[in-house]
């Protein structure tokens, strides 16, 4: 995935002595830890082990601490960490996985990249993550239709913008059915369902450490989270070419390994993430108080849910208007996403389409717009960006 471009016209820069307000600002994170970042690095190229090394597994550690689960296996990226969950249950060519459309499409890329079917099912108007009753629904369809019910192998339930899907609901339909159930947590580093963080949830976690992200390298990695160490041994197997001793290939692997140096960056930004996402939470307050009122529509969040903030995304039918007014007063934004999966040529063909339909992702797609929220962005920026906010009159 992208940065996403800022858009900057003419006018953004004129009408404005201000700097410029990035959507995101992964730069700024690197400058708050720079000495402890440039030091844990240094101390990687010192040492002259660069793949794999004691960075990595001692990262494995501290990140499945502070998840509270056994066992945590770095990858390359959160797709290869997707793609290694799916191939750690044997999950491919001839199997379903029904996840949602309105997510990043690395989730749906790496289903079929495991050689598995991606199925798509609408989400909650709310929440925006994988709808429990459209998850029930597609399974009953399913289950009469022989071609399709025994194919069935999982759900993926993305914790989308930081916000946790239901999984009580999720996982009670998943049971009645002997689902495999994994768990993006792509944009969800430390949401909680009621009281639990997610990724510990499911069978299995998969986390993205893509730079923007809320704990995020300065390259790309990711992680599966783990209950089971017979899993987690074949996790390891996996992303290392099926090798259970070196140059012996026990399984048909792949190359996915999170290198020493972003490990060690990792490790570093780690220690701040609980103090980061509280901050996010201190941000996303302030925008609720600046949009009551106002005709653009703030995030939900469900009752027993502690939201990650990943992005603060509003809503609004006029939402290119509203960019644009918040372009000319120098603030960046961007569409987390402005085309669901199903909608992309890529894809289109290699999909099934649950039941009931996508109108629900298709009308959200339309109109959300995600505001500047990074825990560097400072109280003057931020009081820009609400001061902003409540002047905004939709154009009749």
């Known amino acids: 995935m992208e940065l996403p471009r800022q858009r900057l016209t003419r006018r953004s820069m004129t009408e404005t002595s201000s700097p410029f307000i990035p959507q995101a600002n992964p730069l700024a994170s690197y400058l708050e830890q720079q000495q402890e970042i440039d030091a844990a690095i240094k101390g990687v190229l ?43 249950y044997d999950i491919g060519p001839g199997d379903l996985v029904i996840t949602v459309s309105h997510t990043a499409v690395a989730t749906v890329a790496a289903i079929d990249r495991a050689g598995a079917t991606p199925v798509l099912i609408d989400i909650d108007p709310q929440t925006y993550t994988l709808s429990p009753g ?101 996790l390891r197997s996996l ?60 995030p939900v969040v469900a009752a027993g849910m502690e939201h990650a903030f990943h992005q603060y995304v509003v809503r609004s039918p006029r939402r290119e208007d509203l960019r644009r007014f918040l372009e000319e007063r120098g603030i960046g934004t961007a569409v987390h996403y402005p085309y669901a999966v199903h909608q992309q040529p890529g894809y289109q063909q290699k999909i099934i389409p649950g039941a ?15 505001l500047p929220l990074y825990p560097q962005l400072s109280d003057g920026e931020s009081g820009r960006i609400t001061e902003a906010l409540r002047h905004w009159r939709p154009k009749t």
């Open 134 to 234: 459209r998850l029930a629904q597609t399974l009953e369809e399913f289950s009469r239709a022989p071609a399709l019910g025994p194919r069935v192998r999982a759900v993926i339930p993305v914790h989308l913008y930081g916000h946790p899907a239901d999984m009580d609901a999720i996982l009670e339909v998943a049971r009645k059915y002997n689902l495999v159930v994994i768990e993006d947590c792509a944009q969800a580093h430390g949401a909680r369902f009621r009281g639990k963080m997610a990724g510990s949830l499911g069978d299995l976690g998969t986390f993205s450490f893509y730079p923007t992200k809320n704990l995020g390298a300065f390259g790309d990695g990711g992680l599966v989270a783990a209950h089971a160490p017979l899993v987690a041994e074949k």
């Open 356 to 370: 009931g339909g996508l109108p629900v992702t298709e009308e959200v797609c339309r109109e959300v717009l995600s």
């Open 239 to 298: 992303r290392q070419y099926g090798w259970q001793e070196r140059n012996f290939s026990r399984l048909a692997g792949i190359n996915s390994r999170l290198d020493e140096v972003q490990a060690a960056i990792l490790r570093v930004k780690l220690t701040r993430l609980n103090d980061h996402n509280a901050r996010r939470r201190e941000i996303a307050r302030r925008y609720d108080a600046a949009l009551a009122g106002t005709a653009i529509r703030p």
């Open 46 to 88: 010192d040492r002259g082990w660069y793949i794999l090394g004691r960075e990595v597994q001692s990262f494995e550690e501290e990140f499945a601490s502070w998840l509270g689960v056994p066992y945590a296996v770095a990858a390359a990226s959160g797709t290869d960490a997707l793609e290694l969950a799916l191939r750690a």
